[in-house]
């Protein structure tokens, strides 16, 4: 049997920063990730992020990622595993994980749970013909692999990823035939769609895709307009050639680990489905168990990182650990993510949080 | 609609648009940031302050032109390539739009691009002019295209040896 102080599952943006929160606390920290890179979702990251300079604002996920780990690397009470697949959690408060061919059986005294999302996909006829990608596949073909999916791609979904993407493939030299919005308007930042829009990508808002076609793989789609209820127009079909299409309609919070240890859930539509009640230190409703990212509610990077030390802080907290700015590093991460989801962007999460705080 | 089409309408533009006089005065920022989102490196980049200081992080940025020297530090630090220079007074006949350039190849000084417009269709020629590279953000190279005074106000992006990156 493993024992450590924290266990912390999932190295993204929040585990990472847990990590380091708890660590400089002085906590022993174990922190596993299936994966075999760290950084969860960063690594894909071409882009600049928003935020604050704190939050590390007009720097590339990627980059961040290594800032976050060369951190990590720094402390000695932190093992990292990267392999290490957690796949249970039991009611002795034991979880287990499979790591480079082995099982193992993990005593912690705190959690956080940093899993954090899995993408939606979109029932429509054809939806199984190769071809048909969900966005974080694409990004991890194309950004970490360095393989394209295709030669022409068509977009469903202009939530932020569904924008980032398409900048992304247009930067890797794939077409962009268009992208397809079942809302009225457009979901993610404006300024993302502006710089796609002037690479010549047409937005189609109140569209959505009737269905896929091709012979053994994805040829083309069909889309067309819905009104304004959201019903499907005849006659407005449009025939879009290409042979990817890529699902980017949200993602939903990966929660398995909180249900099996029996934390309270609720149904939040606005945080991407079902998610976990928690406190102002992100603890659930089962004690010891801490949560961060988007495993609690699906945002932006800068908050799951903002989450993670909040998560991390407390957590080495409630075990006796201290550091001497305690009080001023947790309410600088509670100002910065209420700074984060101050603003008309913010509204969803906002309401969706309300539902949630114990 | 921008939110509908993602292209600011012509009164959005007009909002962040210097004055006719200010225009012809030299080079200077053009911040094409119409929602309020949590972002601020525009103002923690300016070395002019000619950015006004955010309240509150979602706050719009407000450019005080008459502090901007169209230096275009912001234009490679704004994580959305939203900011633009343009500089009316670069000569008799031709206009200068410096603008976030993020693709490959990187376009070589004297070539002669397509300028695009906010939609991406070819608004006319440009012949770049220099390529600047600021210091942390090396991977947004700064494009300084001129192109004739007419197009100033809409060439928002280039196209490089006929390289089409959509439809």
Known sequence: MLKTDIAIIGAGPAGLNAAISAAAMGAKVLLLDRDDRAGGQLIKQTHKFFGSRELHASLRGIDIASLLLARVREFDNIDFRLGATVLGYYEDGVITAEYRGNFLKIKADRYVIATGASEKILPFPNNDLPGVYGAGAVQTLTNVYGVLPGKRVIMVGSGNIGLIVSYQLLQAGVQVAGIVEAAPGIGGYLVHAAKIRRAGVPIYTSHTIKEAYGDSSVQGAVIWQLDEKWQPLNGTEKDIEADVICIAVGLTPLTELLWQAGCQMKYVPQLGGHVNLRDENLMTSVPGIYVAGDVSGVEEASAAMLEGKLAGLAAAKSLGYSIENYDELWQQAISQLDGLRSGPAGEKIRSGLKMLVR | ?167
């Open chain 2, 1 to 167: 609609m921008l939110t509908k089409t993602g292209v600011p309408t012509a009164q959005e533009l007009d909002r962040v648009t210097p004055t006719r006089h200010r225009l012809e005065q030299g080079p200077v920022a053009i911040i094409e940031c119409f929602q309020q989102i949590p972002c601020n490196p525009c103002f923690l980049s300016c070395k002019q302050g000619a950015i006004q200081e955010f309240s509150d992080i979602n706050d719009l940025p407000v450019l005080d032109d008459s502090k901007c020297t169209g230096c275009g530090i912001c234009i490679a630090n704004c994580p959305g390539l939203a900011i633009f220079v343009v500089d009316y007074s670069y000569s008799p006949d031709e206009g200068l739009v410096k603008l976030p350039y993020e693709f490959l190849p990187v376009p070589e000084i004297d070539a002669q691009v397509d300028a695009l417009d906010r939609e991406g269709r070819i608004a006319g020629k440009g012949r770049v002019v220099k390529v600047q590279r600021f210091k942390g953000q090396e991977r947004t190279p700064v494009v300084w295209l001129a192109v004739p005074k007419d197009l100033v106000m809409s060439v928002r992006n280039i196209k490089v040896g006929g390289q089409s990156h959509a439809r």
